[in-house]
């Protein structure tokens, strides 16, 4: 098992890092012993992580770039050859899993890593990025790709720039992002997001996009026990929590909608937020009513407040 130990002065880095201790590896293969105070960034960032619920395949990958861009800086600084791979991404998952939030906290760990200048988060569609007359692709995809520079450029529902074939003008965006990219690679992520199926299908109609988002991020659906968990943590971070009727409620009304699935355009932890933001104001009319305005009261959610329509 090898291991470098590196002291520098302190100006330089200062690394006691075990080879085969990143917490990215499997369970058999690791002794974990990241030294923290060394890795101020990565604790910060697992602090946030942590706040997420499920995403545990993220999370490890997450890891892996902080632990190759860390590793990257060292070489340099002790005279080795830097290692420059791609940082673009794919993101693929249904609305609610976490693809957003995920994207913001790359761009915070870009900038504390000096991957990117600014570290901001610019969102965007198709209608942002596609103009209405011959040439205005070209012009508006360019402002975009301007604006995102030094941060990240998250492109949401990806693959309707693909939906009209040839003739459509979203090829032409795609092209002048691509054209950006390599233009900009310095100082530009870029993540593609969209619903699996049709992220699937929108790479295959544009086999050299693949090889330029090297890095594929899956975002299954949550489970109802994960998703009964996010709707706690919601409440909680507004202290607020539900009773245990309130809570089994919630659970037997989640899994009721996981099983209808695809037919309700089940929404997942965005789902689960609208309902918990309901809650809240029912239970403020019925606190109205019943003139209750104690602690106690004031922080529980009942089944009543619960509206399921």
């Known amino acids: 098992m ?3 130990t590196m002291k520098q002065t302190k100006s330089q880095i200062n690394i006691v890092l075990n080879a085969k201790n990143i917490n990215y590896l499997p369970k058999e293969e690791k002794q974990e012993r990241i030294d923290y105070k060394q890795h101020t960034v990565l604790k910060e960032i697992q602090k946030e992580l942590d706040e997420l619920i499920g995403l545990g395949q993220v999370k490890k990958l997450i890891k892996e770039i902080y632990a190759w861009l860390y590793i990257n800086k060292a070489r340099q600084e002790n005279g080795l050859k830097g290692n420059k791979q791609s940082l673009h991404m794919i993101f693929k998952g249904n609305p609610g899993t976490g693809k957003t939030t995920v994207a913001r906290l790359l761009g915070k760990l870009f900038l504390e890593m000096s991957v990117l200048s600014k570290g901001h988060f610019i969102e965007a569609e198709r209608a942002d990025l596609v103009g209405e007359y011959i040439g205005h692709t070209a012009n508006k995809t360019r402002d975009l790709i301007k604006k995102a520079r030094g941060g990240i450029l998250f492109i949401d529902e990806a693959y309707s720039l693909a939906r009209g074939g040839e003739k ?130 004031l922080m529980l959610i009942r089944e009543r407040d619960l509206v399921i329509e």
């Open 2 to 4: 090898s291991e470098l």
């Open 168 to 297: 459509d003008f979203g090829k032409e965006a795609i092209d002048t992002l691509v054209k950006g990219m390599e233009d900009f690679s310095d100082d530009l992520v870029v993540i593609l997001a969209g619903y699996p199926a049709e992220m699937d299908y929108f790479l295959s109609l544009n086999p050299g996009l693949p090889s330029r988002f090297p890095l594929m991020l899956e975002f299954p659906d949550y489970t109802a026990e994960e998703l009964v968990q996010i709707a706690k943590c919601m409440l909680h971070t507004r202290e607020y929590e539900f009773t245990q009727d309130a809570e089994r409620k919630l659970r037997e009304h989640i899994e009721e909608m996981l099983l209808l699935g695809a037919e309700r355009k089940f929404s997942n932890g965005r789902y689960v937020r609208n309902l918990i933001e309901k809650a809240i104001r029912k239970q403020a009319v019925r606190l109205l009513h019943e003139g209750r305005y104690d602690k106690k009261e």
